[in-house]
């Protein structure tokens, strides 16, 4: 059965990022005074009494506007209402009742949901103050002092949560999980791709760059194995970079490859592989990430017999530097070609992963070194004693040799052609590490 799924809710700027970053335990959510800083939901694992629950953060519900990106935050919020097996209504004890407070509170009770009401900023330990108990009038029952802040209070309102979750079974095993983190520049189509292979609105879709500001995890079971996407915010140029809240997306883009196990490499075909396409793809193939290059809008290119040929030459010359990675040509707005991609998130997931017997690798060394003599420099030859693979995610092999300066970066790219040409490594990264001789490491 999977994890009970407690949902944080409120109006905007009320303190629902800052108790869902203390329940996470580490900063997951940007905390700004901006209210509709959180725009789409997001994800995290938490535990209390020995049960683990999913916490997801929502955008502030503002009931009534006409702006399309706050429409699409009340959505979204519902959205997480409908899945929740709690709610944690935030409401602020500085500002006591407003009407949206009201209006939030009338549509958690036509939900049929359980809510806890939490009334947060209650910063002084010890008898709440008389603007507390005005909070009953919401109909919602007894309300919970805390304070996200400082921590105060917390445990009692989880407890009231607690009572609320489903029956202990066994809880859904994550290890199997591949972590596919979404990349790329603003409005390159990331979260369309989302919505497309999760089949719902997930994240907000607008014309607008730079409306996905958080990592927004989704977990997806289907025939391939099971998946974890993360949509993240586009990677801008830093001189592009001026608030504060966009600095910390770009930061929390960056993390998402760091914890990913594929990145899927989001280009536009109506622009081609610009420079800042080279950079994303970049920080990828850096962290060693197994990598997928996804061409996306390719309904909109007026094509011919040679179109996608012609297309995959020049994204390769773009991303010299990622030969190795696999070039897939979709529509995430129509779904054209997207079915292709769980079989090759797949596919480099385990190339990524792949082990290769020190035996084997050095009948490879033994063929490559024959057909290719390794360099010399001033009558002395590189000699190459053996080879062994270090690590995986990326595979890392290790040369031990009796000098590591004849090792030149052209006869490692070649050896390094040799192993790809045996066992494929499709789609990820190799690192070549040379050891010489009376080396200690």
């Not at 938490?46 to 009340?74: A, K, Y």
């Not at 292979?197 to 994240?203: A, H, K, S």
Request: hydrophobic share 40%; charged share 25%; glycine share 8%.
């Amino acid at each position: 059965m999977p994890k009970p799924i407690v949902a944080i809710v409120g109006r905007p700027n009320v303190g629902k990022s800052q108790l869902f970053n203390r329940l996470a335990g580490k900063r997951l959510s940007i905390v700004e005074d901006t209210p509709g800083v959180t725009r789409d939901r997001l994800y995290a694992e938490s535990d209390w009494r020995g049960r683990d629950f999913t916490i997801v953060d929502t955008g502030g519900i503002e009931p009534s506007n006409d702006n399309e990106i706050l429409q699409f935050m009340r959505f979204q919020a519902e959205t997480a209402i409908s899945a929740a097996d709690v709610i944690i209504l935030i409401t602020d004890l500085r500002t006591g009742i407003t009407a949206a407070d009201q209006d939030v509170a009338s549509m958690l009770q036509r939900s049929g949901k359980p809510v806890v009401l939490a009334v947060n900023k209650c910063d002084k330990p010890g008898q709440p103050e008389a603007e507390f108990y005005e909070f009953y009038n919401l109909g919602l029952g007894e309300p919970f002092g805390i304070s996200a802040l400082h921590g105060y209070g917390i445990g009692e309102m989880l407890d009231a949560a607690y009572e609320y979750f489903p029956p202990a079974d066994e809880q859904e095993n994550d290890e199997e999980r591949i972590r596919v983190a979404l990349i790329g520049k603003p409005n390159v189509g990331k979260s369309s791709l989302l919505n497309r292979v999760l089949g719902e609105e997930r994240v907000i879709v607008s014309d607008i760059a730079g409306t996905t500001r958080d990592s927004v995890d989704a977990d997806l079971d289907n025939a391939h194995g099971k998946f974890t996407f993360v949509d993240t915010a586009g990677i801008r140029k830093k001189s592009k970079v001026d608030e504060k809240i966009e600095k910390y997306s770009v930061m929390r883009s960056l993390l998402a490859v760091e914890r990913a196990d594929v990145c899927v490499i989001m280009i536009d075909a109506t622009e081609g592989v610009t420079e800042q396409d080279t950079k994303v793809a970049g920080e990828a193939h850096n962290a060693g990430k197994a990598c997928i290059i996804v061409v996306n809008k390719w309904d909109l290119v007026e094509k011919d017999g040679g179109t996608m040929k012609e297309y995959t030459l020049r994204v390769r010359e773009g991303l010299a530097y990622m030969p190795y990675a696999p070039v897939l040509f979709i529509s995430a707005q129509t779904g054209q070609r997207v079915d292709k991609l769980f079989a090759l998130i797949r596919e480099v997931y385990e190339q990524n992963h792949m082990r290769i017997p020190t035996g084997q690798l050095n009948s490879i060394l033994a063929e490559a070194t024959a057909r290719v003599q390794p360099p010399t420099d001033k009558g002395r030859r590189l000699k190459i004693f053996y080879m062994t693979q270090a690590s995986a995610c990326p595979p890392t092999f290790v040369c031990f040799c009796n000098d590591a300066r004849l090792f030149h970066f052209s006869y490692q790219r070649y050896l390094e052609n040799q192993i790809r040409e045996v066992f494929g490594l499709t789609g990820t990264p190799v690192r070549m590490v040379v050891r010489q001789r009376g080396d200690k490491e």
